[in-house]
T-cell receptor
Framework: EAEVAQSPRYKITEKSQAVAFWCDPI?????LYWYRQILGQGPELLVQ????????DSQLPKDRFSAERLKGVDSTLKIQPAELGDSAMYLC?????????????FGPGTRLTVT | AQTVTQSQPEMSVQEAETVTLSCTYD???????LFWYKQPPSRQMILVIR??????QNATENRFSVNFQKAAKSFSLKISDSQLGDAAMYFC???????????FGAGTRLTVKP
């Protein structure tokens, strides 16, 4: 069964360092989402791509966060510099077309700890 | 703004029994989707069940069913014949039709006792 892949699964970094996360959506899924999930809370959308274009990045802290999906397939989320408050689970999800557009498939996430 | 509230941070159920998880939401829209997602420990979030707001009939997926009360803006999840594998965080989510924005509740941690 096709799944959303994410790496790394865990990342520990010191504050002020740069960190990057990678996501490979389900093959054929045009829409890709990055979420941040703080411990004890539900996921919050950071950025959404439709193919290679950003559709919504209104909640992305653009002074330190960036995201790209250059070829409309896999995507990278970067934080530079990392801050203590960035410690969280970063989830990637993808969705297809038609009825499947409203059904998001999630990856296992990257758990980031900033020390 | 749309908000989703899950008032039960934790719930527990005996194996083979039935449990109901609560969810309320706030919206001024009439056309939207509601979802229940399951997030097992250290595993990815998976969709349990989906309800379209225009449908009056409650969605059912095997042992999982919902009680959708549109006027009350309530969307509860019933798990029948609970199994040990049902232990997880459960998130209620709302998405307005033709919108990018999925709003999640804070989650309910379900424990299943053998």
């Amino acid at each position: 069964e096709a799944e959303v892949a994410q790496s790394p699964r865990y990342k520990i970094t010191e504050k002020s360092q740069a960190v990057a996360f990678w996501c490979d959506p389900i093959s054929g899924h045009a829409t890709l989402y990055w979420y941040r999930q703080i411990l004890g809370q539900g996921p919050e959308l950071l950025v959404q791509f439709q193919d290679e274009s950003v559709v919504d990045d209104s909640q992305l802290p653009k002074d330190r966060f960036s995201a790209e999906r250059l070829k409309g397939v896999d995507s990278t989320l970067k934080i530079q510099p990392a801050e203590l408050g960035d410690s969280a689970m970063y989830l990637c999800a993808s969705s297809g077309m038609g009825r499947d557009y409203y059904e998001q498939y999630f990856g296992p996430g990257t758990r980031l700890t900033v020390t | 703004a749309q908000t989703v509230t899950q008032s039960q941070p934790e719930m527990s159920v005996q194996e083979a029994e039935t449990v109901t998880l609560s969810c309320t939401y706030d919206t001024s829209e009439s056309d939207y989707y509601l979802f229940w997602y399951k997030q097992p420990p250290s595993r990815q979030m998976i969709l349990v069940i989906r309800q379209e707001a225009y449908k009056q009939q409650n969605a059912t997926e095997n042992r999982f069913s919902v009680n959708f009360q549109k006027a009350a803006k309530s969307f509860s999840l019933k798990i029948s014949d609970s199994q040990l594998g049902d232990a997880a965080m459960y998130f209620c989510a709302y998405r307005r039709t033709r919108s990018n924005d999925m709003r999640f509740g804070a989650g309910t941690r379900l424990t299943v006792k053998p």
